[in-house]
């Protein structure tokens, strides 16, 4: 099968998924093929910009945005110095995308929010889903922290006893943890999420929660108040309750980040972007420092793709977008060249601070996203790349994935919609 298209997209992440929104709200024939779904499925769902202090790394980040400011001016090389330009602008939009499919994100006056974790720590983020959004939890008159029977990964004593250690509540603030039945047996967070979609679940959680209230305490659940982007579950419980209802994040699978990915998906579908999941693009013909076709495998068949702008949104090692072997690492598609440098990998300790080398692999780009040998000469004209593909970015550590994912797919979304015909 040959197809023609105006951009094609490879990779169904947070990156990719932007990209094909960017470049078809500019009124741009668009295809987005991907193996399979991205990260930001397993991630929070949330969107973190900048965690911490450039100079002190155990200071949470007052402004990320003029850190990344700095960020730029010290390390020219990390990706957000590529996207900068239009990194608000991404984040107005991925907003705007998501208010309009009502699965809105909210900021924190611009700051990071300190959002609990199901561990009762505090983890920074720029933007959270309304869901998430706690507030400051210094000004809380309490907190009921609420389990569920079947649900194995979240264990409110646990929370609550490293939230109080956290001293971030004030000293005389209530914190009381309660468990509850949903009925159903053990409970996978996806499971109990379907479960919660009943109505009837819904009231029955409701009547073992109301008589453990406090007036104006804050309620905190595991995140599974609903299986999609368009559910009720939050508002629901909240108005039966007569008291607003947080969830808080948790290890993968998280909904939060599953209800963004399909959110977004559905936003592209509707935008008229041809999606096909289950599609690998395995290789690509070049000629004269352009793409012509790319060569991919959707339910065994062949299928050869040209496109006037191909964006590569394959994310890193862990999306399939990078392979390696010992001492050496490269561009699955197009062989495109990773700099793995001399030193060891990874470091000895797993939770290492200063995080793994391989995490900062990837390609090197020019300001528009063009990958760039050495010496910063173009290698594809066509090509740009995105998210965690790009070289240089040390994401578990500076908390930032998601929002270069973002603004990197933003931008070359943009930039393939500003391509004549
Ligand atoms: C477990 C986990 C938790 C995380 N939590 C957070 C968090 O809380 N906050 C945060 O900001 N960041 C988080 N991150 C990081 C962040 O999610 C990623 O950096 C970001 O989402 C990367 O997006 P991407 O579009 O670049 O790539 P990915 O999301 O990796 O997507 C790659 C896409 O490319 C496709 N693909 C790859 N190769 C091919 C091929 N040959 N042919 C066709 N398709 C292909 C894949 O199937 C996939 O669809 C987390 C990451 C992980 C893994």
């Given amino acids: 099968m040959n197809k023609y298209t105006d951009v094609l997209i490879i990779g169904a992440g947070l990156s990719g998924l932007m990209a094909a929104a960017k470049a078809a709200e500019q009124g741009k024939e668009v295809m987005l093929v991907a193996k399979g779904m991205g990260a930001v499925g397993l991630s929070s ?223 592209v579908k509707g935008q008229g972007v041809e999606v096909v999941i289950g599609c690998t693009v395995n290789g690509a013909r070049v000629a004269d420092k352009r793409c012509t076709e790319v060569l991919a495998t959707g339910a065994g068949k062949p299928i050869k793709i040209s496109a006037k702008t191909v964006i590569l949104a394959t994310g890193s090692f862990l999306g399939g977008g990078l392979e390696s072997k010992p001492g050496k690492a490269w561009e699955s598609i197009f062989g495109l060249p990773v700099e793995t440098g001399h030193e060891k990998w990874s470091a000895r300790d797993f939770l290492s601070m200063a995080g793994h080398l391989f995490n900062q692999m990837g390609i090197k780009v020019n300001e528009h996203l063009r990958p760039v040998d050495k010496t910063g000469e173009v290698i594809i004209e066509n090509v740009m790349v995105t998210g965690a593909n790009l070289a240089g970015c040390n994401h578990p550590i500076e908390k930032c994935g998601n929002g270069v994912a973002v603004a990197s797919g933003y931008k070359a979304g943009k930039l393939a919609g500003e391509v004549g015909e």
């Fill in 45 to 267: 769902g949330c969107i973190d910009l900048w965690g911490y202090n450039l100079e002190d790394p155990n200071q949470v980040c007052q402004d990320p945005l003029a850190e990344i400011a700095r960020l730029c001016a010290v390390n020219p090389q990390h990706p957000y110095a590529r996207v900068r330009d239009v990194l608000e602008e991404s984040l107005l939009f991925f907003r705007r995308v998501c208010q309009e499919n009502g699965n809105p994100y909210l900021d924190h006056r611009g700051g990071n929010w300190l959002l609990p974790t199901a561990l009762g720590t505090l983890r920074p983020t720029y933007l959270a889903p309304a869901s998430m959004a706690v507030g400051d939890l210094q000004q809380v008159r309490g907190v009921l922290v609420v389990g569920f029977r079947e649900l194995k990964d979240f264990y409110p004593d646990v929370l609550a006893a490293n939230l109080k250690k956290s001293g971030v509540l004030q000293a005389d603030c209530p914190l009381n943890t309660l468990m509850v039945c949903a009925g159903g047996g053990e409970l996978t967070p996806n499971t109990l999420a379907y479960r919660l979609e009943n109505p009837a679940v819904v009231d029955r959680i409701v009547d073992q929660i109301k008589p453990h209230l406090l007036p104006g305490a804050v309620l905190l659940l595991p995140p599974v108040l609903g299986e999609r982007w368009d559910s009720q579950v939050a508002k629901n419980l909240a108005e039966k309750l007569g008291h607003p209802v947080y969830e808080v994040t948790n290890i993968p699978p998280a909904l939060p980040g599953q209800r963004l990915q399909q959110m977004l998906l559905h936003h």
